[in-house]
């Protein structure tokens, strides 16, 4: 599963984004797919997910302003993020979790930056 991550950049606090990542592969053959974000010195956190069956979750931090959805079709995953705030200054990654054999799978994206100024 290759994954490919694209829509970081720079953007003012309130502002809006939305990222995409593109899957190598039908989306609806992975248990699931999410957005995991990282800032310089800490670990890599799960920020917005979707299931297989099309339940969401959300951090904590996402929840009321961030949006994950999905084109089956394009075998797209979006993050729609709104009201921006420097806090939300990382590196998002793509991540996907597929049911191998014997074990889960997970593959990741390259990464998108993005940077929200104050």
């Known amino acids: 599963v290759q994954l490919q991550a694209s829509g970081g950049g720079l953007v003012q606090a309130g502002g809006s984004l939305r990222l995409s990542c593109t899957a190598s592969v039908d989306i609806f053959s992975l248990n699931a797919m999410a957005w995991y974000r990282q800032t310089p010195g800490k670990r890599r956190v799960l920020f917005a997910a979707?299931?297989?069956?099309?339940?969401?979750n959300y951090a904590d931090s996402a929840r009321g302003r961030v949006t994950i959805s999905r084109d089956s079709a394009k075998n797209m995953v979006y993050l729609q993020m709104n009201g921006l705030k420097p806090e939300d200054t990382a590196v998002y990654y793509c991540?996907?979790?597929?049911?191998?054999?014997?074990?889960?799978?997970?593959?990741w994206g390259q990464g998108t930056e993005v940077t929200v100024s104050s």
């Open positions: 979707i299931l297989k069956d099309g339940t969401t």
């Open positions: 991540n996907a979790e597929f049911q191998g054999v014997p074990t889960m799978e997970y593959y």
